[in-house]
C-alpha cells in the first residue's frame, strides 16, 4: 500500500496542469501502511462499524427491538431534530477542535442511547431516559459524521472518491450486519415481537469498543494522497474565523443548494422501512432476518455503485448521470414494488398485540426481497450524495461544511418523519411522501450535476484551503508556494 508517487498530479489529485501542483514523498513501511489514506478509511469505517453501524442494526428492527415503537420513534423524532441543529454548525466545531478529538466526542454519544435500551427492558418506566438519550445522541452524531465526511471526502485522489466511499460504507455496514447477526442469533427461537437484555448488552459492550477507536487514527495534517498530493492542513482558527468559514462554503458555492432536497430525503425512508414495515408486519425472528439482509444488500449496493462512479473511461460528469440514472430506476422499482403491499394493510390491521409474520409464513419471500432492494438503494443514495460533494471540492474544511450541511438537513427530515410516525399518520401517507421526496430530490439534483461538476478542482477554486486564521482568502500562488517550502 505505499504507491509509488506519480509526479504528474497535483493538488487537485487527478490531473490538471495547475501552476500550485506539489508533489510530496509518501512514508514507506508500516509507517506508509499506517499513514495510507486508504488505511485511514478503513478506521474511520470501524468507528462508524462499532457506533453508528450497530444503532442502524437496532433501529432496524424496528422500534428498537421493543413491541410497542412510540418510545422509538419519540427518541428518535428528538435524535433528529438536535441532529439537524447540532450539524449544520459542526464543520466549524471539527475544523476548530480536529476530526480526531471530533469523532472521539461523536462515538460516546452511540453508546448511552444503546444502554437507554437496555434500562428500558429492565425498567419499563425509564421512556423518558430513552427520549433524552436519543437528544444527546443528535448532538454526538452531528460532530462524528461531519468529521467522518470530511475525511473520507478528502483523503482520496478525485478518481478514487467512489472507491474509497464505497469501502468506508462496506466497512460500516459491516456494523449493521454483525448487529443483525447478533440479533438474530439471540432471538432466532423466539416468536415474541421484543428483543431480550442479551442483545442490548452485547450491541453496548461493542460500542464502547467503538469509543475508542479514533485515539489510534493518524492526524489529518500528515496524511499525503497516493498521488503525493497533500491533504490540506487542518488551522484551528477563532470561532468568528470558522463562522465566517460556513457563510463562505455557502456563498462561493451555492449549487450545494440543489442537493438539500436529496438531503432532506436521505433519512426520511428510514421510518417507513424500519418501523412501517419490518416493525410492523414481522414478528423479532423476521425484523431480525430482514435487518441482516438490509445491511448485507448496503455492502453490495455501496461498492456496486461506487464502482460505477469512478469508472475512469467515462468523464466525471457522465459518471454523475449514470449514477443519477440508476438511483432513478431503483427509486421507482422499490416503492412501486412496495406500494402492492402497503395498500394491504394499515395501522388498524397491524396493532402492537397482532400476530406478525414469521420467516415460515405465506409470502415472506417476497416481502424480504423488497427489504434487499430497500437496503440497495439506501446505500447507493448515501454513497451517491457524498460522491457528488466529493466532487466539488477537496479541502477537508470545505468538506466539513459540506458534511455538516448534508448531515443536518438529512436530519431535520428524518425528525418530521420519525414524529410523523410518533403521532401515528397512515402507513400510506408515510410511504407516499417517501416516494415523492426521493424523486424531488434527484429532479433538483439533475440541473447542480450538469452546472456544477467538473472533472477536476483546482487550488484556485478552493476559497476556504486559502483563508488563513484571520479570514483572509490568499491568492492561490501564495499558497502554492507555502506548500513548495513545507516539503
Not at 316 to 336: E, K
Request: hydrophobic content about 45%; some cysteine; overall charge positive.
Amino acid at each position: 500500500m505505499t504507491d509509488v508517487v506519480d509526479n504528474e498530479k497535483g493538488y487537485n489529485s487527478g490531473g490538471s496542469d495547475s501552476a500550485s501542483q506539489h508533489v510530496f514523498e509518501r512514508p514507506k513501511g508500516l509507517k506508509g501502511v499506517y499513514y495510507h489514506p486508504l488505511t485511514q478509511v478503513c478506521l474511520l469505517g470501524l468507528v462508524c462499524f462499532m457506533c453508528p453501524g450497530l444503532f442502524n442494526a437496532l433501529n432496524g428492527l424496528g422500534g428498537g427491538g421493543q413491541v410497542d415503537n412510540t418510545t422509538g420513534a419519540n427518541a428518535n423524532a428528538a435524535l433528529y431534530a438536535t441532529f439537524a441543529a447540532s450539524a449544520f454548525f459542526a464543520g466549524s466545531i471539527n475544523n476548530k477542535l480536529g476530526s480526531r478529538t471530533t469523532l472521539l466526542i461523536g462515538t460516546t454519544g452511540y453508546a448511552l442511547y444503546i444502554g437507554s435500551y437496555l434500562a428500558i427492558n429492565i425498567h419499563p418506566n425509564a421512556k423518558g431516559f430513552v427520549i433524552a438519550a436519543g437528544a444527546i445522541l443528535g448532538i454526538c452524531a452531528g460532530l462524528l459524521w461531519t468529521a467522518q465526511g470530511s475525511l473520507m471526502m478528502a483523503y482520496p485522489t478525485e478518481d478514487q472518491k467512489g472507491k474509497y466511499i464505497g469501502v468506508f460504507w462496506s466497512i460500516f455496514n459491516l456494523g449493521g450486519v454483525v448487529g443483525a447477526s447478533v440479533a438474530l442469533g439471540q432471538n432466532y427461537h423466539s416468536t415474541s415481537n421484543s428483543v431480550g437484555n442479551g442483545t442490548y448488552i452485547g450491541f453496548l459492550v461493542l460500542t464502547l469498543i467503538g469509543v475508542l477507536i479514533p485515539l489510534t487514527m493518524a492526524d489529518p495534517h500528515k496524511m499525503i494522497r497516493t498521488d503525493g498530493t497533500k491533504v490540506t492542513t487542518p488551522r484551528h482558527p477563532s470561532w468568528k474565523t470558522e463562522i465566517y468559514g460556513l457563510y463562505l462554503a455557502l456563498k462561493t458555492d451555492p449549487m450545494i443548494l440543489l442537493l438539500f432536497p436529496m438531503f432532506f430525503a436521505s433519512n426520511w425512508f428510514y421510518t417507513w422501512q424500519f418501523n412501517d414495515y419490518n416493525g410492523a408486519l414481522f414478528n423479532i425472528r423476521a425484523r431480525a432476518l430482514n435487518n441482516l439482509v438490509y445491511w448485507i444488500a448496503q455492502i453490495i449496493g455501496s461498492l456496486a455503485i461506487g464502482a460505477l462512479l469512478d469508472q475512469k473511461r467515462l468523464t466525471r460528469r457522465v459518471r454523475a448521470f449514470s449514477g443519477w440514472t440508476v438511483l432513478l430506476l431503483f427509486v421507482f422499482l422499490v416503492h412501486i414494488w412496495g406500494y402492492f403491499y402497503q395498500k394491504e394493510y394499515t395501522r388498524a390491521s397491524v396493532p402492537p398485540e397482532a400476530e406478525r409474520l414469521d420467516i415460515f409464513g405465506p409470502g415472506y419471500t417476497g416481502k424480504i426481497f423488497l427489504y434487499i432492494f430497500c437496503g440497495l438503494l439506501d446505500a447507493m443514495w448515501q454513497t451517491t450524495a457524498y460522491w457528488i460533494m466529493g466532487a466539488m471540492s477537496n479541502d477537508p474544511a470545505k468538506l466539513a461544511h459540506f458534511a455538516g450541511f448534508y448531515k443536518s438537513i438529512q436530519s431535520a427530515g428524518a425528525a418530521g418523519c420519525w414524529r410523523a410516525d410518533a403521532v401515528k399518520l397512515p402507513f400510506m401517507n408515510i410511504f407516499l411522501s417517501t416516494w415523492t421526496l426521493l424523486v424531488a430530490g434527484l429532479i433538483f439534483m439533475l440541473p447542480m450535476i450538469h452546472l456544477r461538476v467538473k472533472d477536476h478542482t483546482d487550488l484556485e477554486e478552493e476559497v476556504l484551503a486559502r483563508m488563513d486564521d484571520s479570514g483572509k482568502v490568499l491568492p492561490a500562488e501564495v499558497v502554492g508556494e507555502k506548500q513548495e517550502k513545507e516539503k
